[in-house]
């Protein structure tokens, strides 16, 4: 058998004269030609696993305990000189940001280059067509041999570093979340290369991500990882088909879909354990709905449900004594809209100049946002969604005037945005709010989370006094589910999930009646997504808010939005009642977003990755299927259709 | 060179024109209305033999006699051109420099000292880059030990001693106690590597501690950087790593800051010049200041903003040439 083993895998950290373990115990194996996901959420463990593997670990970290072997060879026992043979020749890793994992100044051709030199003693011509076979391999064209990486897109940086690492042939290739930075429609398209090569060369594949999804589309095995361990270890099919964990079961309950609309979310009540926590018992039990007092005073074992699915669960061996049953989910009402606009954006545009030549002449516009229109109800929410680079940022922008729109119209109730100057636009302003996506970034470290909820009143709501703007911070923190305590400390005390929470609260504190959220939860764990969507369900309940709900994932869009606009090169193609558009698509844009999603089998027909369009045609005829003649020449009109609108020829 | 690189060059020497007049303005200011040409004459002239027509002798025979801005007693243009200020500020621009007060072209002293100064100040620099990216780059190879911690150690102390200590031990270690190297003077030539020797060692170990501790940092943000983890999962080995990936990548902050420099360094160093004797610019600005004679301080003002500026448009053209993601335009 040449595939990988791992066994009892610790990895250890020392700080402060402690040792701690974030990886504790984890073995798996993965044959040749199998797929096996390591499937977790952020911290516990998974990436570490797979760097130990390559014995890459950060510095500081170590592995203390355990052993690998690559068919005879055993991983860990090799000297340093003879492991770099191994690392990319046998054994190969593709990593997560296809933006920052290869080298700025040298050639694509250059960096695969190395690889064969150092793993195939190739050099010279042989080396040349060896690039150019590897680069088609991936489904790359050859001559982006002499390109930079700052030249290729997302998709076709990660297609490079997945041809760099099969230059050494490997019998097992690990890819970390090799899809998680990426669009949807380029996200399936890696995913079918993969399974594509792996079955090709009978590799096995190592996939570690924290989308169930795309464990249920590649892998033949799934390991669920869960601070440091592995809990559950299962068949595809037997996992899909009842996971057993309590764990797992709580990852399946917490994603949002639109099958679950109006219902709230569950949830998995607490945080990850911390680093370092002493565990007595089950690590899960504290946050676990089934647990009993056994599970906090023995560690369960690793126990075998049914031939090859593993469980470290006490209830695999005994069943859970009566005691009071944990509440179920309280499920919510589903919303309803009303019918007056709250906002309305009328052709709103944003064009960008470039500038060419001597006297920097303006030679061309960008259309960032190319003739934009929609509106919102007071408590509807809208769900803009469409690939990167698309504009969805830049017209979320616009509607605030955080940059100003070169045409078009956006009013707020009665007043029109484009018109306010100075103190009346800064009043409006208190009515639009926006959260943004990336919550570690969007906070001021240097403020206190109270003085960051108060700068926002002090500026935006002149009228309350000081000591009201002090009494109204806890009343906001409460209402995004923090503690009042929460006022005093400094956003980096705070998870991901806490400061997004944060971030409401700040938009909130203004009082707003739109609030734009920019991919709010796409930087969060999915247990931390469902409290997030829990969350603003139960502010537009409660306050009759608008959303305006920016986001690429299409299971999150299904299941909170009421309605859908999809944004392709800066115009609408296609807006309509959420659940119609995601159950029977029109645009054929629309239907390649949705058919990409993860977790339908990839079985869809091979996309051609995003190309440049006629000026005068439909923008998508490039990558369209359905292509016909006039949409090369004539660009289609957003037209309507009962209660949709699609922007298309082959609905006219 | 491309279409768009040009361009990017024609404006960059206009956007200096701007620049340069307003240093020329303020210098001027400095020179002539805060000190006026009475009371350079005053200093020139010593407290004795002060009397109002010594004062306006000096002026008459320095070129010092005319009015600011405006002269009224001229005709036409004149009343604008006779003036000071063109005579002393405007000409800076065509380099017309004028004559020191010994009488001598400051113009065509400046280029022969020059070379002297080059003399010292390239091989300073190159020698100095190489030594300080090499002392780095061991430090970083070693990194996490106590080899790395003690490099930065000797950085720390070496940037804690004055540069003076270097120039006047190095003079008695390697002149006066070993007689290796001559302790100063300066001969044209072959001849006169000997005198080199000494200056340049004194002013490459001066920057080790400094350069070396700034590189290693630039090196150390880089390899954390996911794409050297890349390339240590191809297999490569450490020495590859670094020299090809850390190295290749770091070396874009390190040169285009250290090509700023270079229009600069046929200046000298003022103060390497005058402990050993070298006739360069360095040792003439020094000397200038020390006469009061403000045409040539005031022409090495001028020449060093130029120089600056001109090693400005350098490192953005250096840019393009280490640098595949920019191009100018």
């Given at each position: 058998m ?5 066994r009892?895998l ?5 700080t ?5 373990a974030?990886v504790d ?5 993965v044959a040749?030609g199998e797929?096996v996901?390591l499937?977790?959420?952020s911290?516990?463990g998974?990436s570490l696993t797979a760097?130990?593997?390559m014995?890459?670990l950060p510095?500081g ?5 355990g052993e ?7 991983l ?6 003879a492991m ?5 020749g046998?054994?190969?890793?593709v ?6 994992s290869?080298?700025p100044v040298?050639?694509?051709?250059q ?5 064969l030199?150092?793993?195939r003693a190739?050099a ?9 076979r590897l680069?088609e ?6 001559d982006?041999s ?6 290729l897109?997302?998709?076709q940086r990660?297609?490079a570093?997945?041809a760099?690492?099969l230059?050494?042939?490997p019998?097992i290739?690990?890819a970390d979340?090799?899809t998680?930075?990426l669009?949807?429609?380029v996200?399936a398209?890696?995913?079918?290369l ?5 079955a090709?060369?009978g590799m096995g ?10 464990a249920?589309?590649?892998a ?5 990882m869960?601070?440091?361990?592995i809990?559950e ?5 037997a996992l ?5 964990h ?5 990852l399946?309950s917490?994603?949002p879909?639109?099958?679950?609309r109006?219902?709230?979310?569950d949830?998995?009540?607490g ?5 370092g926590?002493a565990?007595?018992?089950c ?5 676990c709905?089934q647990?009993w ?7 369960p074992g690793?126990?075998?449900?049914a031939?090859?699915h593993?469980a470290?669960?006490?209830l695999?061996v005994e ?11 309280a499920?919510?009402?589903?919303v ?6 709250l906002?309305r954006?009328?052709?709103l545009a ?7 030549g001597?006297l920097?002449r303006?030679a061309g516009w ?10 919102i109800?007071a408590?509807?929410?809208l769900?803009?969604?469409g690939?990167?680079?698309c504009?969805?940022t830049t017209l979320?922008r616009a ?5 100003e729109p070169t045409?078009g119209s956006?009013?707020?109730g009665?007043?029109?945005i484009g018109?306010?100057?100075g103190e ?5 302003r208190?009515?639009?709010q926006i ?5 570690f970034s969007?906070l001021?470290p ?5 003085e ?5 009143m002090?500026?935006l709501?002149?009228e309350?006094a000081?000591a009201e ?7 906001l923190l ?5 503690d009042?305590?929460?006022a005093?400390?400094?956003p ?5 999930g ?7 609260a ?5 009082e ?10 796409s ?6 997504q469902?409290?997030?969507l829990?969350?603003l369900?139960?502010?537009?309940r ?6 305006l ?6 299971a ?9 606009a999809v944004?392709y090169?800066g115009?609408?193609?296609e807006?309509?009642p ?9 645009h054929?844009?629309?239907?390649l ?6 977790g339908?089998?990839l ?8 190309g440049t369009g006629?000026e005068?045609g ?6 369209c299927?359905?292509v016909?003649?006039r949409?090369l ?12 609108q ?7 | 060179?491309?279409p ?5 060059i024609?404006?960059r020497?206009?956007?200096?024109i701007?620049i340069l007049?307003?240093?020329n303005?303020?210098?001027?200011a ?5 000190n006026t040409?009475?009371?350079?004459a ?8 002060v ?7 000096w ?9 600011l801005?405006f002269?009224?007693e001229?005709?036409?243009l ?18 017309d420099?004028?004559q020191?007060?010994?009488?001598r072209?400051?113009?065509?002293e400046?280029t022969t000292?020059?070379?002297?100064s080059?003399?010292?100040?390239l091989?300073t620099?190159l020698?100095g880059?190489?030594?300080?990216i090499?002392?780095a780059l061991?430090?970083?190879f070693f990194r996490a ?5 003690a ?5 720390v102390?070496l940037m804690?001693?004055s540069?003076?200590?270097?120039i006047?031990?190095g003079?008695?270690?390697l002149?006066k106690l070993w007689h ?5 003077g ?11 020797l000494l200056p ?8 080790l501690g ?7 940092t630039l090196f150390l943000?880089?390899?954390h950087?996911?794409y050297v983890?890349?390339a240590?999962?191809?297999g ?10 850390v190295?290749g990548?770091?070396m874009?902050?390190i040169?285009?800051g ?20 070298i006739?360069g610019l360095?040792?003439y600005?020094?000397?200038?200041i020390?006469a009061?004679?403000f045409?040539?301080?005031?022409a090495?003002v001028?020449?060093?903003s ?10 953005d053209?250096s ?6 993601r920019?191009r100018?335009?």
């Open positions: 040449t595939g990988l083993v791992l009892d610790r990895v250890e950290i020392a402060g004269g402690r040792r701690l974030p115990g984890v073995s798996l194996s040749p797929c996901a499937l977790g959420e911290g516990c998974k760097l130990a593997l014995r890459l510095e970290l170590r592995i203390a305990d690998a072997r690559l068919g005879e060879t055993d860990f026992a090799l000297p340093e000189r770099q043979q191994v690392r990319g046998r054994l190969a890793m990593f997560q940001e296809p933006m920052l290869l080298n040298m050639t694509v051709g960096q695969i280059g190395e690889a030199a150092v793993h190739l010279g011509a042989a080396a040349g067509a060896e690039i150019r680069l391999a991936v489904g790359l064209s050859a982006l002499a390109s930079y990486p700052f030249q897109s997302g998709g990660q297609r570093l997945i760099t690492m230059a050494g042939e019998r290739l690990i979340e090799p998680t930075a669009d949807v429609t996200q398209q890696i995913l079918r993969l399974k594509r090569l792996q090709e060369r594949l190592l996939l570690i991500t924290h989308d169930l999804d795309v249920r589309d590649m033949d095995r799934v390991a669920i869960y601070a440091g361990q809990v270890w299962a068949p595809r099919e899909f088909a009842g996971p057993v309590p764990y797992t079961q709580k399946f917490v994603l879909s639109a099958q679950r109006g219902e709230r979310l949830h998995i009540p945080t990850v354990p911390p680093l926590t565990f007595s018992g690590r899960f039990a504290d946050r709905d647990s007092a056994r599970c906090r005073k023995e560690a690793f126990h075998e449900r031939p090859g593993f470290r669960c006490h695999m069943p859970r004594p009566a005691g009071p049953a944990s509440a179920p989910a499920s919510g009402q589903a309803e809209a009303q019918a007056m606009p906002l954006v009328q052709d944003v064009h960008f100049p470039q500038r060419k001597l920097r303006v960008i259309k960032a946002v190319d003739g934009v229109s929609f509106e109800a408590g509807e929410t769900a803009l969604v690939e990167s680079g504009g969805k979320a509607i605030l005037r955080l940059i045409a956006v009013r707020l009665d007043a029109a018109e306010l100057q009346a636009l800064r009043r409006k208190a009515e639009m959260v943004f996506q990336d919550p969007s001021n240097r403020m206190r989370v109270g960051i909820l108060e700068e926002g002090q500026a709501r002149p309350l000081k703007r002090k009494a109204l911070v806890p009343v409460q209402q995004v589910g923090l009042a305590a929460a005093l400390r400094y980096h005390a705070f998870s991901g806490q400061r997004q929470r944060i971030a409401i700040r938009a909130l504190a203004v707003p009646r739109l609030l734009i959220c920019d991919e709010p939860t930087a969060l764990d999915v247990s931390v469902a409290q997030i829990n969350l369900q139960g502010l537009q409660e306050r009759g808010l608008a959303y709900f920016i986001s690429h994932n299409l999150v869009v299904g299941y909170l939005a009421h309605r859908v944004m090169r115009r609408l193609v807006t309509g959420a659940a119609a558009v995601m159950a029977e698509p029109m054929p844009y629309t239907r977003l949705l058919e990409s999603a993860p339908r089998g079985g869809v027909a091979e996309a051609v990755e995003a006629g005068a439909c923008p998508f005829a490039a990558r299927r359905e016909q003649p949409c020449v004539a660009m289609p009109a957003l037209r309507r259709l009962n209660d949709r699609v922007a298309c020829h082959l609905r006219e | 060179m491309m768009g690189m040009l361009a990017y024609v404006r020497v206009f956007y200096a701007p007049i307003g240093v303005l303020i210098t001027f400095l020179f002539f209305v805060v040409p009475d009371d350079m005053r200093i020139h002239l010593g407290a004795k033999h009397t109002a027509e010594a004062i306006e002798r002026k008459v025979e320095h070129g010092y006699d005319k009015p801005f002269n009224p001229a005709a036409g004149a009343k604008l051109g006779d003036t000071l200020f063109v005579d002393k500020s405007l000409k800076l621009f065509v380099f420099f004028g020191a007060d010994d009488g072209d400051i113009g065509r400046i000292r020059m070379w002297p080059l003399a010292i100040a091989p620099f020698v880059l190489l030594a300080y090499s002392f061991t430090m970083v030990t106590y080899l790395d911690f490099g930065v150690v000797l950085c102390v804690s001693i540069g003076l200590f270097y006047i031990g003079q008695y270690l002149g290796l190297v001559p302790v100063s300066f001969e044209p030539g072959l001849a006169g590597l000997k005198f080199l340049v060692l004194v002013g490459v170990i001066s920057g400094d350069s070396s501790r700034f590189y290693r943000e880089e390899i950087k996911d983890r890349t240590r999962a191809k490569l080995s450490e020495r590859i790593v670094l020299f090809r990936h190295l990548n770091a874009i902050p040169l285009t250290a090509v700023v420099v270079i229009p600069r360094l046929f200046l000298g160093s003022l103060i390497v010049e005058s402990f050993f004797g006739p360095g040792s600005t020094i000397d200038a020390q009061q004679d045409a040539i301080v005031r090495m001028f020449l060093g130029v120089l600056y500026i001109l090693g400005l448009l350098l490192t053209l840019y393009t040439l280490v640098d595949p920019v100018l335009e």
